[in-house]
């Protein structure tokens, strides 16, 4: 039982190249988030997945875009990318009507 | 916008000693919880309250609400080294079928050994 896995770990971009950032669970939760976390700031949320075949805009969603593939897969993408996307980007999930949110290791993205 | 805000920013103790960091939001919540970040990891959930709760123990973890004062403190008892690490409180609202959790900016604690 694996939990919450992303990949990559790191990844540096040049400003204007798109990347996805992958995020798999399992543990067959319903929910599933993107967050970002920067220096002195707590996580904000980018988007979420309330369900398989749902997804709705969090607090910073702008510049990213979102697809949840099945239950298990909950992508990122950035298709152009800006230095104020730098930032370490977590994945999370959660079942049903329980409250806990279950975190990946996260992503270290640098955009040059 | 950021829902809660810790207090204090950050927090040194000696090992042994009782770390105690506080809470305050600004909306209604239907719960509060608090996790802890290690350097260079995800967040790991610690302590979960409800809004109609006061007080909830778990392990050397006591987590009090005040819904009045929309407030909340964690206290960790006799600190080790091993609890060096940022904490973060988050608000959670439900919402239809919809479940967000709103986090605060977090508090850094060092217990020196």
């Known amino acids: 039982n694996a939990g919450v896995t992303q990949t990559p770990k790191f990844q540096v971009l040049k400003t204007g190249q798109s990347m996805t950032l992958q995020c798999a669970q399992d543990m067959n939760h319903n929910s599933m988030y993107w967050y970002r976390q920067d220096p002195g700031m707590g996580l904000r949320l980018i988007y979420y997945s309330a369900s398989e075949g749902t997804t709705d805009k969090g607090e910073v969603p702008n510049g990213y875009n979102v697809s949840r593939l099945n239950k298990r897969e909950f992508s990122l993408r950035l298709e152009s990318a800006a230095p104020s996307q730098t930032s370490v980007y977590f994945c999370a999930s959660k079942w049903g009507n329980e409250d806990t949110q279950y975190f990946g290791p996260g992503t270290r993205l640098t955009v040059l | ?113």
């Not at chain 2, 970040?37 to 973890?61: A, C, D, T, Y």
């Not at chain 2, 919402?95 to 508090?107: E, R």
């Open chain 2, 1 to 113: 916008s950021q829902q809660g805000e810790e207090d204090p920013q950050a927090l040194s103790i000696q090992e042994g000693e009782n770390a105690t960091m506080n809470c305050s939001y600004k909306t209604s919540i239907n719960n509060l919880q608090w996790y802890r970040q290690n350097s260079g990891r995800g967040l790991v959930h610690l302590i979960l309250i409800r809004s109609n709760e006061r007080e909830k123990h778990s392990g050397r973890l006591r987590v009090t609400l005040d819904t009045s004062k929309k407030s909340s403190s964690l206290l960790i008892t006799a600190s080790r080294a091993a609890d060096t690490a940022s904490y973060f409180c988050a608000t959670g609202l439900q919402t239809g079928a919809n479940s967000k959790l709103t986090f605060g900016k977090g508090i850094t604690l060092s217990v020196r050994p």
